[in-house]
């Protein structure tokens, strides 16, 4: 699982999104999956989920719309976005932080 951290409003995140794309389009049926944290705020819920929609994110997406202050932002120290978290089926932080290609090659190497 990659608990992927981002927002509507962050343009380093925005032009991340196709690269995660195709690595849950490469991966979905092989046991993996996303959950994205969005750090929007109160009052953007309209933005985040139009872009969900525009970036063509089909997996789970949740927020608390707490911006900064995002709950589980906060118990996983993330402190920037783009920002994530490959988790292996233990539970276990594998990696960190993968872009573009990297992500879709730690997948490649850890999903058999």
Known sequence: MLIDFWASWCVPCR????AVVKAFDAFKDKNFTI????LDRQGDKDKWIKAIHD???TWTHVSDLGWWDNAVSRQYDIRSIPSNLLLGPDGVIIAKNLRGEALEAKLAEVIK
């Open 15 to 18: 032009k991340e999104n196709p």
């Open 35 to 38: 959950l994205s944290v969005s």
């Open 55 to 57: 970036d063509g994110l």
